[in-house]
DNA sequence: TTTTAAAGTTAGTCAAGGCTAAATTGATTT
DNA sequence: AAATCAATTTAGCCTTGACTAACTTTAAAA
């Protein structure tokens, strides 16, 4: 027989969930490295109150996801003192940084509010292709 | 003292943060419904092994994402049958069908391959405000 | 230097959303 | 009518990401 995708087109939505709850997978370890990032900068150095106190978390829940991104290699850290990214935390956070900016400048560049850019530029940033990132500089500087 | 916001401007990502998790815990229910439209718009019935095939999960999983569905009054259902929206989730389906639409179409009226406008839509949708969402249409239609 | 307050940790709980393996039911063939 | 096969359900497990409550450590005030 074979193929049969000419017949009845198969529905290869798979693939997209797929990638879909890969990204999800991805997203607060992102939102983290970026904000670690931001706070050194910012404040030199990055305390656990102050990532609970910007995502609106509890401090056990920092504490977890801290304890998370160790384990997978993004930031080190010692009981009481402050947090750091790794080169593998720095490198993901300056990619994060630089694709959350491209996404804001794009939504407002096309018109949307730059406080609803602010929102909708936090979720959308983790589900944007490189292709479609690069349309969206091109976009955003015309 | 009181408002400090001026010298130093409260950092309220909190709230972005909030509604970003809001978002997700939106996103699998808004999927299921749309697709489950899809199901009965196409084949005539939405059965847990055609939902299986096409997000790429196990039946398992698809079983206990429709119960739940069910108990938030999305969906009715009855072992060994098909699954149905109710009112509710027919509406839901709708909003988010018409949402995945302007979204995909706003992708590929910038110049985004319709392939990868596909994947990156699926994600984007549940992250995009009404007011994004007005735009987008506009930007399209030009 | 002691006391107190803030920051961080630990323990235990929960729901969502995945999985595998095994049991059950319904539909199709023989 | 039985046997078989496909679909569905159930049971049990896991990780993530959230919480509260209680405890410990560090830093700041008295
Ligand atoms: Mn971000
Ligand atoms: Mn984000
Ligand atoms: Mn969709
Ligand atoms: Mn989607």
Redesign the interface.
Known sequence: MGDDTAVNPR?N????????RD??AR?VTE?YVE?IGDLIAEEGEARSVALA?????TAATVNNTIKRLERDGFVTSRPYRSIFLTEKGETLAKKCRERHRIVYNF?VS????PE?????A???E????E??LR?FEK?AKT
Chains 1, 2 share one sequence.
């Open positions: 529905h939505k798979a693939e997209v969930f797929a990638r879909l990204a999800h997203e939102d904000m106190e910007r995502f609106g978390v939504l096309i018109g949307i509010d609803i850019a602010e929102f909708d936090e979720g959308i983790h589900h944007v292709s292709e479609t349309v976009v």
